[in-house]
């Protein structure tokens, strides 16, 4: 099968936004406890921090990371978080149905996210709480000093703000499972007032309102133009969700769902531009995609905890062990933010640890890769500068999601510094290799190709404890560059990153 893709200089989307590679740590499961924080590990620093788990969050190198929700924000009192640990209450967290004893807040996130390399991106309580914990959290975090909380917050052993730019104004609100659920009306109401305190605060924050949870939900897209109509001056991106799933075991179908991603958000600028032009305004709303990710491997099993009578600290839920048809689709997902990133320019893995994450741990034992790792990191070092706007003729199928799905997902990377053009390319094509020949136009004269390769003969197989390697990166064979031609063999269900320099 052959495919041509023609790339030129000048036809680009946008430069993207780093924190497209951002990613989401919840109080939920052992993402947190056992997760990032195990006083008791052999690799914990004084804070209870595991370095391991830091060592390998710095090798993904994610620029940004959500907290604390999710749904357990919607019922948080970030107050609980603060002071001595020993004075934090033990609180049920309606959400996962789980104990949580707060011995990690804000300030333990700060520090980690710290050690990390991570800024933070926080949300605030819309659910059970409003404007008003809303305004206290933000004069906590952001206020120098000389207040009631950020003198608080000066007491609890930091002295300086931390400066958090990015704030979620509540998570999910359109979900009847949510605590505080509200309708499109009433969260808009409330997120405007809200964004509208927190601008008296500080001007230059980012503002992020809540969305769909997914584009099937019963409100969507109306939900967004409402929420948009009441909010639109005083927000910077409005949040959007998808999970995606392969209960039937079609591999096809699973791998044509970035198509419904790509309406998705081609749906949602829709709604932006019409509310920008009710409102004559000049202002671009942005898309923050603040959860994404393969959720399904666990999800039957998870409802019988959830259901059930059991209250437990940090239950082992959503974790997701992730095969190698899932680096495909985690490939294919990236590939749409970097050919939306004019539209997108934030998105967060959902989510970093243990809980439908690329990275596991073993309490007391150790951290390593998941599949997903790969494709992420892959893209989160080499997908930095200028997405292009690609020419791709390649032969398709039909799934049930869309006609015409091309087998080949391509997204091109200029970075007009360091001089280098990346490709990112799946072969949707599980029975025949993919034969590519690219075009490069006004790039200058490329000198060498490299190809990294992810492939297994098993669509199944899987990276464990014991087998932390099944899956990985390899030097791939496939590229070769001829003046400004680029041919490269894509073998079939392969997923391949080709650096030009
Ligand atoms: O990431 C898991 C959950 O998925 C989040 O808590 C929620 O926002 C979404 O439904």
Redesign the pocket.
């Known amino acids: 099968m052959r495919a041509r893709v023609t790339a030129h200089a000048r036809y680009a989307v946008a430069d993207i936004d780093k924190r497209l590679y951002g990613s989401?740590l919840?109080h939920?499961g052992r993402a947190v406890y056992t997760g990032i924080y195990e006083p008791d590990h052999p690799s914990a620093d004084a804070s209870g921090m595991r370095q391991d788990v830091i060592d390998l969050v710095r090798e993904l190198d994610t620029p940004i990371c959500r907290y604390p929700?999710?749904?357990?924000v919607s019922a948080y009192n970030w107050e609980d978080g603060i002071g001595p640990k020993e004075d934090r209450p033990t609180r049920l967290d309606l959400?996962w149905k789980s104990l949580e004893n707060n011995h990690v807040g804000i300030h333990e996130y700060a520090d980690w996210a710290d050690k990390a390399g991570i800024e933070m991106m926080l949300a605030v309580n819309l659910g059970s709480r409003g404007l008003d914990e809303a305004r206290s959290f933000v004069e906590y975090v952001n206020h120098p000093g000389g207040s009631y909380w950020s003198d608080l917050r000066r007491k609890n052993g930091r002295e300086d703000p931390w400066a958090v730019k990015t704030w979620c104004l509540g998570?999910?609100m359109d979900?009847p499972w949510q605590v505080g659920h509200k309708t499109a009306r009433e969260y808009g109401q409330l997120a405007n007032e809200t964004a509208k305190a927190l601008r008296a605060f500080d001007s230059d924050l980012e503002l992020i309102v809540c969305g769909s949870?997914h584009s099937d939900m019963p409100t969507y897209p109306q939900w967004e133009a409402t929420v948009l109509e009441e909010s639109y001056d005083n927000i910077d991106h409005i949040s959007l969700?998808m999970?995606f799933e392969n209960y039937e075991k079609n591999t096809a179908n699973f791998l044509a769902l970035p198509e419904k991603l790509d309406r998705y958000i081609g749906t949602v600028s829709g709604v932006i531009d019409f509310v920008k032009g009710k409102k004559r305004s000049k202002k671009d709303v942005k898309i923050s995609f603040d959860?994404w990710n393969v959720?399904y491997h666990t999800r039957k099993k998870d409802q019988l905890y959830l259901e059930g009578k059991d209250w437990q600290y940090w239950p082992p839920i959503?974790e997701d062990v992730y095969n190698f048809e899932d680096v495909l689709q985690v490939g294919c997902i990236l590939n749409t933010f970097i050919r939306r990133s004019d539209r997108v320019r934030i998105a967060c893995i959902?989510?970093l640890v243990n809980?439908?994450a690329p990275i596991m741990t073993q309490p007391g034992g150790p951290a390593w890769r998941q599949t997903i790792y790969y494709p992420f990191k892959l893209a989160s070092h080499h997908g930095r500068g200028t997405a292009l706007q690609l020419d791709v003729d390649c032969p398709t199928y039909d799934a049930d999601m869309a006609a015409g799905v091309s087998y080949l997902d391509i997204a091109g990377v200029h970075d007009g510094d360091a001089g280098s053009v990346t490709f990112f390319a799946i072969n949707r094509n599980g029975s025949e290799p993919l034969e590519v020949e690219l075009s490069l136009e006004r790039f200058g004269t490329p000198k060498s190709a490299s190809h990294t390769l992810i492939r297994h003969d098993d669509l199944e197989a899987t990276n464990t404890m014991e087998a932390p390697d099944t899956v990985v990166p390899q030097e791939g064979s496939g590229a070769k560059i001829d003046g400004s031609t680029l041919s490269m063999t894509l073998p079939p269900y392969s997923y391949s990153m080709i650096k030009v320099e």
Do not use: P
């Not at 929700?69 to 357990?72: P, R």
């Open positions: 989401f919840e939920l929700g999710g749904n357990f959400a998570n999910e979900g949870s969700h999970y959860e959720w959503l959902a989510q809980v439908i």
